[in-house]
T-cell receptor
């Protein structure tokens, strides 16, 4: 296993378009997290899954955002009707357990909304 | 929300010198973690210290935790050019599943 992977690495889209990102976690990890990071800031929590269940969502996750983790394996994060303020790095992480465990991060997907 | 706040924000040192970064937080925590992020790469976990621990070492890294002051420090000894990166502290709360990250320290090690 080579770690957490994310696809695509970069995405440029026009305002109003929908985009979808994919994350493949480390296979034996049951927890999967999504974070957003803007320039000069630390990552901000968006949501997390335990197996296929989405158990927590941040208030940062507006109605335009939806995440899924079918079958408890890979996860997708979709942003509908993108806005310029959505431009950021979207990071995925996985772990064995809750926040008392280290999280393994993917390389991120950099979204630019023009 | 961002809980950790690192201090200082930016640090430039010569190779071989030590680098020290501080982090403060506001609520009770279960653990505090330090991560490194190189330009263009994802976050890499460096070290985790639990709330009942006061100091921890890993290679050239030394982390301290003072729960009474709600602060932590990360010391990198004998720095190398490859240590050039942003360093983030992140706290894990009891009964919580998210990590709350600070804004990060930019460290530049000059060869």
């Amino acid at each position: 296993d080579t770690g957490v992977s994310q696809d695509p690495r970069h995405k440029i889209t026009k305002r109003g378009q929908n985009v979808t990102f994919r994350c493949d976690p480390i296979s034996e990890h049951n927890r999967l997290y999504w974070y957003r990071q803007t320039l000069g800031q630390g990552p901000e929590f968006l949501t997390y899954f335990q197996n296929e269940a989405q158990l927590e969502k941040s208030r940062l996750l507006s109605d335009r955002f939806s995440a899924e983790r079918p079958k408890g394996s890979f996860s997708t994060l979709e942003i509908q009707r993108t806005e310029q303020g959505d431009s950021a790095m979207y990071l995925c992480a996985s772990s064995y357990g809750d926040s008392s465990y280290e999280q393994y991060f993917g390389p991120g997907t950099r979204l630019t909304v023009t | 929300s961002q809980q950790g706040e690192e201090d200082p924000q930016a640090l430039s040192i010569q190779e071989g010198e030590n680098a020290t970064m501080n982090c403060s937080y506001k609520t009770s925590i279960n653990n505090l973690q330090w991560y490194r992020q190189n330009s263009g790469r994802g976050l890499v976990h460096l070290i985790l210290i639990r709330s009942n621990e006061r100091e921890k070492h890993s290679g050239r890294l030394r982390v301290t935790l003072d729960t009474s002051k709600k602060s932590s420090s990360l010391l990198i000894t004998a720095s190398r050019a490859a240590d050039t990166a942003s360093y983030f502290c992140a706290t894990g709360d009891y009964g919580n599943n998210r990590l709350a990250f600070g804004k990060g320290n930019q460290v530049v090690v000059i060869p």
